[in-house]
């Protein structure tokens, strides 16, 4: 069974301390009235660390802790202590409510900013660079796992995984016992490629999807300008779904025929400071996957 949730970044959530972001309750009751049954924790921080609190404002609006997502620079080993305090908090939030997802994301760089959906642009690591990255990210997999959660790798624009040859590299550096793929649909036409080829051939190590849209105007546009990632977002490069060119009822066959069972989520990042209405973006995309068939 396939089930569908949404994420506090469709609420303009994406750091904890941002004094713009909606009140936490406020999301989760949004979440719930929007049609969705699950949700991801957001930015550790953002919701409360006290299992107990959390607990009971979920069961009051009929929500289950879907995962949660550690978006922090894995790029950098200066900011290693940075890192490595996101992921054990997350994982132990997401321990105490039996969630089941950590997802692993290389967060913004400055050397890959200018260059986001820029393949041929793009700055590449140097040998050294690549091997730490790489075992920083298989250090907190680890961690996860020993937490009894299935971790998984998330491209995202303008961090060093970004690009799809990228993804295939880390792919085959990382046993796939260890780690996933959380596959987001919008980040991936970000990059410039196809997210339905990608899924025919990585399906089996698909654990977890990420459901985002892309304006291909607005995308055009931002590549073009090279308009920094929440400038972007500002800009509404992610579209409700439907309307950009990602094709949800192939993305939804491929999971059909590969027999995938889980959770689905929602992310619609935006501005929290923009003029678009998070709750009524969260129906409609609720609404458009129930008009196919999700």
């Known amino acids: 069974m396939i089930r569908i949730g949404n994420a506090p970044c469709s609420w303009g959530v994406e750091f904890a301390d941002d004094p713009r972001n909606p009140p936490w309750r406020r999301v989760l009751s949004d979440c719930a009235a929007a049609g969705y049954k699950g949700i991801e924790l957001g930015p550790v921080g953002f919701m409360p660390e006290d299992p107990a609190l959390l607990q009971d404002t979920l069961a009051e609006n009929g929500l289950t802790l879907i995962g949660g997502v550690v978006f922090r620079p894995f790029h950098d080993p200066a900011k290693w202590d940075d890192v490595w305090d996101g992921a054990t908090r997350t994982c132990k939030a997401l ?12 967060s913004i760089s400055p050397r890959r900013a200018p260059t986001a959906g820029r393949a041929s642009e793009a700055e590449q690591m140097d040998a050294a660079e690549w091997t730490g990255f790489v075992d920083r990210i298989r250090t907190v997999a680890q961690l996860g796992a020993d937490h009894g959660l299935i971790v998984s790798i998330h491209a995202h624009a303008a961090g060093f995984i970004d690009f799809e040859p990228e993804l295939d590299r880390l792919l085959s550096d990382i046993d796939e016992g260890l780690l996933k ?29 990420h459901f985002k849209d892309i304006d291909p105007v607005v995308k055009a546009r931002v590549i073009a300008n090279r308009t920094g990632f929440y400038d972007a977002c500002g800009e509404g490069i992610f ?20 027999g995938f069972e889980g959770w689905c989520t929602v992310e619609q990042d935006c501005d929290p400071a923009g003029g678009t209405s998070p709750i009524d973006d969260a129906k409609a995309n609720r609404a458009y996957l129930a008009s196919i068939g999700f």
């Open 95 to 106: 321990a105490a409510h039996g969630a089941r997802h950590l997802v692993i994301i290389d």
């Open 181 to 209: 793929i959380c596959f987001d649909t919008g980040h991936h036409s970000y990059a410039g490629f196809d997210p339905v080829a990608f899924m025919r051939r990585h399906m089996s190590r698909i654990s977890y999807m």
């Open 239 to 258: 579209c409700n779904l439907g309307k950009g060119d990602v094709d949800f009822p192939a993305v939804r066959q491929l999971l059909l025929d590969a």
